[in-house]
């Protein structure tokens, strides 16, 4: 079965600069979710999306941004990044009717050197 | 508040011995919970679910319990196998305003021996 699927898989970047992280949903899935899981943490929300409309909120700092297109993919945007955004990033897909369990990709690992 | 938390950071058990790790709610309101496994390098793998009208669901080698009046969340897993060495998550649903928000409770990492 197809999964989320997530790119790039590995991200290096330095201070200030900025980064792009993609996800692809599980075919049929209408909403999005973003997560950040620093080491030995659980995963935090940041942001969803349901047919390409923001749905919900949580942690997200002010230079991030995202959204979702047409085609249902998502993408997050960082700018002016920190050596505290160095992380693992989720995407997890699921269908909008309630109660639907989200299904995670494997993450983007960005460092930020 | 929104909070998930869980008893035990690590928990130990023999091969072929049963699991049991627990998860504590605070949001009365939320009323879906499920249980993710996360291996090392890979995002969450979901096990199991529960809605709030029921106090107890069974999958293959996993039972999930619900206790809403004490909010308490429990999986255990049967005959535990070193594939199931990785960390444990509960998750909660909070519905604000219709959307959907999971909330992640800091997880119990399995370790099981040989």
């Known amino acids: 079965a197809a999964g989320v699927i997530q790119s790039p898989r590995h991200l290096i970047k330095e201070k200030r600069e900025t980064a792009t992280l993609k996800c692809y949903p599980i075919p049929r899935h209408d909403t999005v979710y973003w997560y950040q899981q620093g080491p030995g943490q659980d995963p935090q929300f940041l942001i969803s999306?349901?047919?390409?409309?923001?749905?919900d909120k949580g942690s997200i700092p002010d230079r991030f941004s995202a959204q979702q297109f047409s085609d249902y993919h998502s993408e997050l945007n960082m700018s002016s990044l920190e050596l505290g955004d160095s992380a693992l990033y989720f995407c997890?897909?699921?269908?909008?009717?309630?109660?639907?369990?989200?299904?995670f990709g494997n993450g983007t690992r960005l460092t930020v050197t | 508040g929104e909070s998930v938390g869980l008893h035990l950071p690590t928990l130990s058990v023999q091969e072929g011995d049963n699991s049991i790790i627990n998860c504590a709610y605070s949001?009365?309101?939320?009323?879906?919970f499920i249980w993710y496994k996360q291996e090392s390098g890979k995002g969450p793998q979901f096990i199991i679910d529960?809605?709030?009208?029921?106090d107890k669901r069974q999958g293959q080698r996993v039972t999930v319990l619900l206790n809403k009046t004490v909010k308490h969340l429990s999986l255990q897993i049967a005959a535990t196998q070193p594939g199931d060495s990785a960390v444990y998550f509960c998750a909660e649903n909070i519905t604000p305003s219709g959307t959907y928000k999971y909330i992640f409770g800091t997880g119990t990492r399995l370790k099981v021996l040989a």
């Open positions: 529960i809605r709030s009208n029921m």
């Open positions: 999306f349901y047919e390409k409309m923001q749905s």
């Open positions: 997890a897909s699921s269908l909008s009717s309630y109660n639907s369990p989200l299904h």
């Open positions: 949001n009365s309101a939320s009323d879906y």
